[in-house]
């Protein structure tokens, strides 16, 4: 999985790049939806392009307020013309832009193949560091594959033990490089530090909560193939979150987990502004509809739309990391986080 033409990467739902088993339907719902006598869309084009629309009116999560009868009868006069599958790739990806979610997304059958197998060798892994005051730094990159992950959580979690180890008493969280993809291998990396819970949950249109719940330092759902993550020598420490303009999608979603979290706070600049879940539908011809299906809250119960504002804005300036140094300080002069 990987950042994508049309913006930030996006966090997956029910796991990273697993494709949800979705049965498009085949023929049109509307009248406007048959050909007409003057068409010149081959059958084959015609029945893929209405299984795409039939999957954004099914699946969409602002699906109540888009004019349906409209977006079809577009995208059939932008597909007109098309011999096969390919030929109607330019009408989904602009029905998809404007069912006006700033997420939903396409990928053709080799880019989704290449956010599928992309090599791990491909991917920056996390790191985290010793800061003065008895403080530690983990920094959580993108992760776009499957693939990735195992890589990814192994840094983290080994990373995040040595300076455990160390005597860390407070921790900087720093997502502002985070520009999405998958979410949950992000959360296993810090879901020692962040504490066990419900720590958030998906939102879908008719109001349906899925909770994402952390056991063990672990999501839930991956506690059989991530195991445990080790706990911190002094538990629940007190966390600095720092997001930016990058942060955005999966990063957004890491963000929201530590929303509402005690003795955090949340540093830098407003997020990109997509804190929203999308789910893969797979076409015929293995290109994806990657659709926006619900929104995302923290834990209190509050659902987030658009960029998420720091507690604290703080504006980056080149050559100095001013939203680290506020960060550092505002956790060295935790009580929590003073030495004993």
Known sequence: MRTTRTGPGRPWRGGSLLLAAALLATAACTA????????????EARTYLLSA?????????????????KLRRDALGRAEGATEPAGTYEAIEQALRELGDGHSTFLTPEEAERAEDEAPDDQVLPEARRLPEGLGRLTLPPIRSDAAAGPYLRAARAAVREVDRAGARGWVVDLRTNTGGDMWTPL?????????????????ADGTRTPWTIENGTPRQYADRWGSGEPPARPRPPVAVLTGPRTASAGEAVAIAFRGRPDTRTFGEPTFGVPTANT???????????LTTAREADRTGRVHDGPLRPDVEVEWVRGSDRVLAAATDWLAAHDRCRKP
């Open 32 to 43: 406007g939806d048959r050909a007409g006598p003057g068409s010149t869309m081959a059958p």
């Open 53 to 69: 629309l039939d999957t954004m009116e099914r699946h969409s999560l602002v699906r109540d307020e888009v004019d349906w009868p």
């Open 188 to 204: 296993a990396s810090a879901g020692p530090i962040l504490g066990d819970g419900e720590v958030g949950a998906f939102v879908e």
């Open 280 to 290: 893969p539908y797979p076409l015929s011809d293995g290109a994806l509809v990657v």
